[in-house]
Every structure is written in structure tokens, then in C-alpha cells.
């Protein structure tokens, strides 16, 4: 079945580590996204990639960065920049011609301790 | 600046009633809307979206929204709501750039 993967589904970190996220989609979509989202403030989109090797920021993007080097994968690093990254971190991809929607993956939860 | 607002934070029905989920846009042309719903500690999944045509349109789970424009208003709708419908509903435009802009959500719970 085609879907978004992403993995892991829970991740613990020390402060000062940088962790990496994995999103995998077999779908053949062009454009992929990464979302944060925390308690009661809905979504907020940190990096998109509408095709291979380009990339642009989002609306928080500061203590991240991405790579777009295969269409099918779209990895989010956290570094030990970001202030404060404990969140539920939500990758997404849409297909070319759509009407916009995306299709989300099951998320992933950091926990920096 | 392009807008969503869901003016319920946390609403409680109970199973079996009706349900009704209050959404409101500010965007000038006719937007693409989109009502997406997420369970506890997983992903999004779109119920339904509107982009043109008849302005009731149908999703899964027996959702139904109505997009009017006099109102700038895309409510989402369930005549009876079941136990499991219990989760977090986000409505959902899509902006002027293509990008989706998304609310703070309503929270639904569902009294047995």
C-alpha cells in the first residue's frame, strides 16, 4: 500500500545532540513537508521540498535543517540549536496537479530530556 | 493575511447526537478548504474538501461540511456522532502560495 513512513515513532535526546527524523513516501508525490505541532497550537510548517535537491523555510525553521537528495525521502534534523524541541513532529507529501491536500504520515514524538 | 478560525477549542457531545464544528476562513477568491481529523498521537487524515461545485460535499465516517460564501464559512457536520469520532478536527485552507494554513483545531470528546 502506498503511504508516508515515517521512523522513529518515539525518540528520547540529550540536550546538545542532534537527532535526525525519517520521512519515506511511495507515492510518487513531488512536494514534501515537515510540520511541529505542540499542545493546543495546531500545526506550524518548518521546511517544504517541491522537487529534488531544493528546499525552503518555513515558518520556523531556525534549529532545523533537511536534505532532498531522493523524491522518495525527506529527513528532518533537529540540531542543538533549536531551543526548544521536544514536539510531535508531523512529515506530509502532495502529488503534482492535486488540489492541494496532503497525506500525512503517522508522526513522530521527540522528547529531549 | 489568509486566515482560519475555529472558534471551539474542546467540545463535548454526546454518542449518538448531532454534531456541528464551526470553521471560518478570511481569503478573498474561493478557496480549496479541507477538514482534516487526528487521533491521539497519530497522524492527519482528510474527511472531505471543497474546491468547486455543489457547496455540500460528502466524506468518510458520514461527515458532511457546507462551504458558504456569504458566510465565509465551512462547518463540518455529523448527524450522529459515535465514540470513536473522539479526536481532534482541523479546518483547513489552502492559501494563496498553495500552502495549507492550518488552525489550532477542536478538540471533540464523545460522552457515553
Known amino acids: 500500500d502506498g503511504g508516508i513512513t515515517q521512523s522513529p515513532k518515539y525518540l528520547f535526546r540529550k540536550e546538545g545532540q542532534n537527532v535526525t527524523l525519517s520521512c519515506e513516501q511511495n507515492l510518487n508525490h513531488d512536494a514534501m513537508y515537515w510540520y511541529r505541532q505542540d499542545p493546543g497550537q495546531g500545526l506550524r510548517l518548518i521546511y517544504y521540498s517541491q522537487i529534488v535537491n531544493d528546499f525552503q523555510k518555513g515558518d520556523i525553521a531556525e534549529g532545523y535543517s533537511v536534505s532532498r537528495e531522493k523524491k522518495e525521502s525527506f529527513p528532518l534534523t533537529v540540531t542543538s540549536a533549536q531551543k526548544n524541541p521536544t514536539a510531535f513532529y508531523l512529515c506530509?507529501?502532495?502529488?503534482?496537479?492535486?488540489?492541494?491536500?496532503?497525506?500525512f504520515g503517522e508522526g513522530s514524538r521527540l522528547t529531549v530530556l | 493575511a489568509q486566515s482560519v478560525t475555529q472558534p471551539d477549542i474542546h467540545i463535548t457531545v454526546s454518542e449518538g447526537a448531532s454534531l456541528e464544528l464551526r470553521c471560518n476562513y478570511s481569503y478573498g477568491a474561493t478557496p480549496y478548504l479541507f477538514w482534516y481529523v487526528q487521533s491521539p498521537g497519530q497522524g492527519l487524515q482528510l474527511l472531505l474538501k471543497y474546491f468547486s461545485g455543489d457547496t455540500l460535499v460528502q466524506g468518510i465516517k458520514g461527515f458532511e461540511a457546507e462551504f458558504k460564501r456569504s458566510q465565509s464559512s465551512f462547518n463540518l457536520r455529523k448527524p450522529s456522532v459515535h465514540w470513536s469520532d473522539a479526536a481532534e478536527y482541523f479546518c483547513v485552507p489552502r492559501g494563496s502560495q498553495g500552502n495549507l494554513i492550518f488552525g489550532k483545531g477542536t478538540k471533540l470528546s464523545v460522552k457515553p
Open positions: 506530509a507529501s502532495r502529488g503534482r496537479g492535486s488540489t492541494g491536500e496532503l497525506f
